[in-house]
Nanobody
Framework: QVQLVESGGGLVQPGGSLRLSCRAP????????MGWFRQAPEKERHFVAA????????SYADSVKGRFTISRDNAKNTVYLQMNSLSPGDTAVYYC?????????????????WGQGTQVTVSS
């Protein structure tokens, strides 16, 4: 089973930064659009950011625009999410995902392959 593995989560104080990584076992997703989503307890999974296969196109949820940056390094089979100016509202499990098709979407159902998630907790 092809899996995506997230890492880099943890506990950070408000205003701090974290860099999440999402690594694939090989180049199988190098031509896939990739995305980050997050889910807080008892809440729906929400879109955070997405990036095209070439890295030339990105999109962000309004709640993270200007604070988060998505990037990818296909040579390393890795997608990143740089998170700055974190607040308690950013606390959630963060998931990376790969889209099966070429449509550049922002809905969870448009992404087929998912990682197990990494916990991000923003608290003083």
């Amino acid at each position: 089973q092809v899996q995506l593995v997230e890492s880099g989560g943890g506990l950070v104080q408000p205003g701090g930064s974290l860099r999440l990584s999402c690594r694939a076992p090989g180049p199988m997703f190098s031509t896939h659009n990739m995305g980050w989503f997050r889910q807080a307890p008892e809440k729906e999974r929400h879109f955070v950011a997405a990036i095209s296969w070439s890295g030339g196109r990105t999109s962000y949820a309004d709640s993270v625009k200007g604070r988060f940056t998505i990037s990818r390094d296909n040579a390393k089979n890795t997608v990143y999410l740089q998170m700055n100016s974190l607040s308690p509202g950013d606390t959630a499990v963060y998931y990376c995902a790969a889209a099966a098709g070429r449509y550049f979407g922002s809905r969870p159902e448009e992404f087929t392959y998912w990682g197990q998630g990494t916990q991000v907790t923003v608290s003083s």
